[in-house]
């Protein structure tokens, strides 16, 4: 039997011991190696791309608003006596619940939160995105 793969998928996010709920869209899980140009004097057959660091780009994530909205308004009214780094976890889920793939994230501060958009001329449902800086990913020991 094939392994599952995440076609459609829910996220589950947990932010230290805040369970955030469930979010349908996650963007930017990814990084960059930085690399530098240098140019060796009398070498003229190529230029050395030398590893500098590594770039994390923030992870977006997306969702209707629903119950668990409450839970991220929660988490957010908890910053507001300072914000500390703390480790996250994203898992990608089946719809049926089963666990596809999971990412431990180090370092983990909140960006921007954007609440939904009300508007009674618009029939589109309504949405939160949250938005997280990190400085990578944990490894599974």
């Avoid at 690399?35 to 190529?46: A, L, T, V």
């Avoid at 988490?75 to 996250?88: D, F, N, P």
């Avoid at 921007?112 to 020991?141: C, I, N, V, Y």
Wanted: glycine share 8%; net charge negative.
């Amino acid at each position: 039997m094939p392994d599952e793969i995440a076609i459609a998928a829910a996220f589950v996010v947990r932010i230290d011991d805040h369970d955030l709920g469930l979010f349908t869209s996650c963007d930017g899980l990814g990084c960059e190696i930085v690399m530098e140009q240098r140019e060796e004097g009398g070498n003229f057959g190529h230029v050395w791309q030398l590893p500098t660091r590594i770039k994390y780009s923030n992870i977006k994530l997306t969702r209707p608003v629903t119950a668990d909205s409450a839970k991220l308004t929660r988490w957010i009214a908890t910053l507001s006596g300072g914000i500390k780094r703390s480790t996250a976890t994203v898992e990608a889920r089946t719809l049926g619940g089963t666990v596809i793939a999971s990412w431990n994230l180090v370092d983990v501060v909140p960006v921007r939160w954007t609440g939904p958009q009300l508007s009674p001329d618009s029939q589109k449902p309504a949405m939160e995105t949250l938005e997280l800086a990190h400085h990578g990913f944990l490894s599974r020991a």
